[in-house]
């Protein structure tokens, strides 16, 4: 890291009438959408009068009933919706419609979108575009997404579902179109400068003090800040699309924006890990938490209990706040949570800061790296601890006065498939959306077999998953080059009556670009932004149908697999031959991979490739135990 002379736009700025002049007070607009609802009006958490009915914390037995009721609404939606996908798609001597009538016949769907920075943010968002009947065009899968129940996202795949949902469900397309957000070519070190004009342009400088700001605020507020939060800030600043980057904005508000209350958006999701310092984690001992409108919370028997998400940062003991106690609101603010699920790049502040950036910032950053060790720096930090002696029997953290968070694919578990294969959320398929850096930044399956190796130990708590072969196998039998579908056979599980959910995996695979970027490239020209996008998209679509004209029926078909099992129906001939096609059937070639270079599938797309940019590629400085999360 350099530290840099003051210069003299930061002196400017670091004057005391300019930093006033900078924090004023902003005009808060609540609009119909996850919104700046924070009561500070900033970053910063405020005191609140608790409600009249206090906020306690629950047990995970069930869902929440906040959860429950959604659902109902939701399912109006999706119903329709999925009954139009499957007119749309027709599959062949199958009357959708009066299928659907019998007895629990409706499936319910999952997406997840795995971490692995800006790649999976792309990869994912290309998927998404294909499954959205605004984008998807005819010919492929639209209308997935609007007949979906759980959208769940971790790392760089929360930083997908943040976007989408802080810009009022926006399309992918529209946030392609947006130039106040996913301006990739400018770094967060460098700010929105050159080419977000909607937002205004900021100088490096600026940025960085509006940033430095929006942290201390919450820090005089009396909050511990961690490089978490001036992380999470800068990440967020490309991810909405409002003045400083959303810095009021809060996951819980996602509850009343109007898309998510009339059920028009399935239920968002973004995962953490549980960690505590100095403590390493793998997928059969983390506790995995989740984040969604209404709560966070996990459903690991380590922990079993839900905090009201809205009042977050309260001071909860033995799960409920004293009676004198004062409620905390606007900690769950988008940029913390995100920049939670994503904490492996708080190893980004690291890096060397351009020189605009002012010295007050990197002496910040220097000191918090100087206060913990290596080891500890991707620690986000959660004080007080809600859930500090709540069921303190079975909790390892119930005496942590601070509940230590770290990236959510940190423990190898790179897909968020944790809450939605819970049994309380009855999930029938989930569409697997893996971006992860395996083998030449290709996918493998190592992020599915972490999750397999977890099912079935006493952490997993009862939840099955389907059979998952080694990393060998996927590769020697194509596997992660293009769908596959796992877990088909239902009555192959120890609950054959309530079966885990199907898993149909979309591996990121080269169609028309080299999409296997690194997860530490910090900046992608607008085209070639677009190129990755393009190539999810032409994953999730099957180039359009040009590889298999029958692919929007093979997905039509997963979605049913578990309803046809449940119902006694023997799959229509169609369905049966998708089954035969997508469906890993056990057989395993563990032989030594040599080496993975896959191919084009589809024709290049030459627009993006010659615009990669050079240099400026995240150095990785840190050594030690955290590093073994390469794949992320
Ligand atoms: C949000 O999107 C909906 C549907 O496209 C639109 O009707 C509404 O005006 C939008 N709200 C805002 C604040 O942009
Ligand atoms: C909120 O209350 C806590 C203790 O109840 C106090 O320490 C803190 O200073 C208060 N914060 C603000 C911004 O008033
Ligand atoms: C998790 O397992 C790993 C590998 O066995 C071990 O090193 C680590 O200490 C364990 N962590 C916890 C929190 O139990
Ligand atoms: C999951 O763990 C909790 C907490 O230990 C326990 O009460 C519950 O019975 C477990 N559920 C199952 C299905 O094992
Ligand atoms: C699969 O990926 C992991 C990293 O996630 C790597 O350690 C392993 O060597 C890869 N396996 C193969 C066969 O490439
Ligand atoms: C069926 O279950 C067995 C035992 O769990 C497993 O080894 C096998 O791979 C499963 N078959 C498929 C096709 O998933
Ligand atoms: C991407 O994959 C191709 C082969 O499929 C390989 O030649 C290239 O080196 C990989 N790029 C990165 C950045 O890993």
């Given at each position: ?5 003051l210069s ?5 700025l670091?004057?005391?009438?300019a930093a ?16 700046p ?10 005191n609140?009068t608790?409600?009249?009915n206090?906020p ?5 037995s069930?869902?929440?009933s906040e959860?429950?009721d959604?659902r109902?609404?939701?399912?109006e939606?999706?119903r329709?919706?999925?009954k139009t ?10 009357d959708?419609?009066?299928y659907?009538e019998?007895d629990?016949a409706w499936?319910?769907?999952a997406?997840?979108l795995s971490?692995g ?5 792309l990869?994912g968002a ?10 998807g065009?005819?010919k492929g899968?639209?209308?997935l997404?609007q007949?979906t129940?759980?959208?769940s996202?971790?790392?760089?795949g ?6 989408i ?7 992918i397309?529209?946030?392609?179109e947006?130039d ?5 070519q400018d770094?967060?070190f460098?700010?929105p400068s ?9 100088d490096t400088a600026k ?5 430095y700001?929006e ?13 978490t939060d001036?992380w999470?800030?800068?990440?967020t600043?490309q991810?909405?699309g ?6 009021a904005y ?7 924006a109007?898309?998510?209350k ?5 239920f968002?999701?973004i995962?953490a890990?549980g960690r ?8 059969l001992?983390?506790t995995?938490?989740e984040?969604?409108?209404f709560e966070m919370g996990?459903?690991?028997p ?7 998400l809205e009042?977050?940062g309260?001071?909860f003991?033995?799960g409920?706040?004293?009676?004198d106690g004062?409620?905390?609101r606007?900690?769950d ?16 502040m690291?890096?060397e800061f351009?020189?605009?950036v002012?010295s ?7 000191s918090l790296l100087s206060?913990?060790?290596d080891?500890?720096n991707d620690?986000a ?6 859930f ?12 942590e006065?601070e ?5 959510g694919g940190?423990?190898?578990?790179n ?9 309380a959320?009855?999930?029938?398929v ?8 395996d083998t ?7 992020a599915l ?6 099912a079935?130990?006493?952490?997993a708590n009862?939840t ?17 080059a293009?769908?596959?579908f ?11 009556e309530?079966?885990p959910?199907?898993?149909v ?6 169609y028309?670009f080299?999409s ?10 607008i085209?070639?932004?677009d190129?990755i996008?393009q190539n ?10 040009s590889l298999?004209d029958?692919w929007s ?9 578990r309803?046809?099992?449940r119902t006694?129906?023997?799959?229509p001939?169609?369905c049966?031959d998708?089954?035969?096609k997508y469906?890993?059937?056990?057989s395993?070639n563990?032989?030594?991979v040599?080496?993975?270079l896959p ?9 993006g490739s010659?615009?990669r940019?050079g ?11 955290t ?6």
């Amino acid at each position: 890291m350099r530290l840099t002379a003051l210069s003299a736009t930061a002196a400017a700025l670091l004057s005391p009438s300019a930093a006033s002049a900078i924090s004023a007070p902003r005009d808060l607009q609540i609009k119909p959408r996850a919104a700046p609802d924070a009561p500070s009006g900033g970053y910063a958490p405020s005191n609140v009068t608790c409600p009249s009915n206090s906020p306690t914390i629950r047990g995970a037995s069930a869902l929440s009933s906040e959860e429950s009721d959604w659902r109902k609404t939701r399912e109006e939606t999706t119903r329709a919706e999925l009954k139009t996908f499957l007119d749309k798609i027709g599959i062949a001597d199958f009357d959708a419609g009066s299928y659907l009538e019998r007895d629990n016949a409706w499936p319910r769907i999952a997406i997840s979108l795995s971490g692995g920075g800006y790649r999976a943010l792309l990869n994912g968002a290309g998927f998404i575009k294909a499954a959205d009947s605004r984008t998807g065009g005819d010919k492929g899968i639209g209308g997935l997404l609007q007949s979906t129940t759980y959208l769940s996202g971790l790392s760089g795949g929360s930083w997908l579902v943040g976007s989408i949902y802080a810009n009022n469900f926006s399309t992918i397309t529209q946030l392609q179109e947006n130039d106040a957000v996913w301006q990739f070519q400018d770094t967060i070190f460098s700010g929105p400068s050159s080419s977000s004009k909607s937002i205004g342009a900021l100088d490096t400088a600026k940025y960085w003090k509006n940033i430095y700001d929006e942290v201390e605020s919450k820090d005089d507020a009396g909050f511990e800040t961690s490089l978490t939060d001036y992380w999470g800030r800068a990440v967020t600043y490309q991810l909405i699309g409002d003045d400083d980057g959303g810095a009021a904005y809060t996951v819980s508000s996602i509850a009343d924006a109007d898309h998510f209350k009339n059920g028009n958006a399935p239920f968002p999701i973004i995962v953490a890990d549980g960690r505590n310092p100095n403590e390493l984690i793998i997928s059969l001992n983390s506790t995995v938490f989740e984040f969604n409108p209404f709560e966070m919370g996990s459903w690991d028997p380590t922990l079993f209990g839900f905090v009201p998400l809205e009042y977050l940062g309260s001071n909860f003991d033995k799960g409920s706040i004293s009676k004198d106690g004062k409620c905390v609101r606007g900690f769950d603010q988008f940029s913390f949570i995100l920049g939670t699920s994503s904490s492996l790049f708080n190893m980004a502040m690291l890096t060397e800061f351009p020189d605009e950036v002012p010295s007050l910032i990197v002496d910040k950053v220097e000191s918090l790296l100087s206060s913990i060790d290596d080891a500890n720096n991707d620690i986000a930090q959660y004080r007080p601890n809600p859930f500090l002696g709540y069921n303190s029997e079975i909790s390892n953290i119930a005496d942590e006065e601070e509940l230590s968070l770290v990236d959510g694919g940190m423990d190898l578990q790179n897909i968020p498939l944790h809450p939605v294969i819970q049994p309380a959320r009855e999930v029938d398929v989930i569409f697997a959306v893996d971006s992860s850096a395996d083998t030449n930044n290709w996918p493998n399956g190592t992020a599915l077999r972490a999750t397999y190796d977890r099912a079935g130990t006493d952490i997993a708590n009862g939840t099955e998953f389907p059979s998952i072969p080694d990393q060998n196998t996927f590769i020697n039998l194509k596997l992660n080059a293009g769908p596959t579908f796992f877990g088909c056979d239902a009555s192959n599980f120890t609950n054959s009556e309530k079966p885990p959910p199907l898993i149909v995996y979309v591996p990121n695979a080269p169609y028309t670009f080299m999409s296997n970027v690194s997860t530490f490239d910090p900046s992608y020209e607008i085209e070639e932004r677009d190129s990755i996008i393009q190539n999810g998209f032409n994953g999730a679509t099957q180039g359009e149908g040009s590889l298999d004209d029958k692919w929007s029926t093979c997905v039509a078909c997963a979605v049913l697999s578990r309803s046809f099992h449940r119902t006694g129906t023997e799959p229509p001939q169609a369905c049966k031959d998708c089954f035969d096609k997508y469906c890993w059937d056990g057989s395993i070639n563990d032989a030594e991979v040599q080496s993975y270079l896959p191919d084009f599938r589809l024709e290049e797309d030459n627009a993006g490739s010659s615009l990669r940019l050079g240099g400026a590629w995240w150095t990785l400085v840190v050594a030690g135990a955290t590093w073994s999360v390469f794949a992320i």
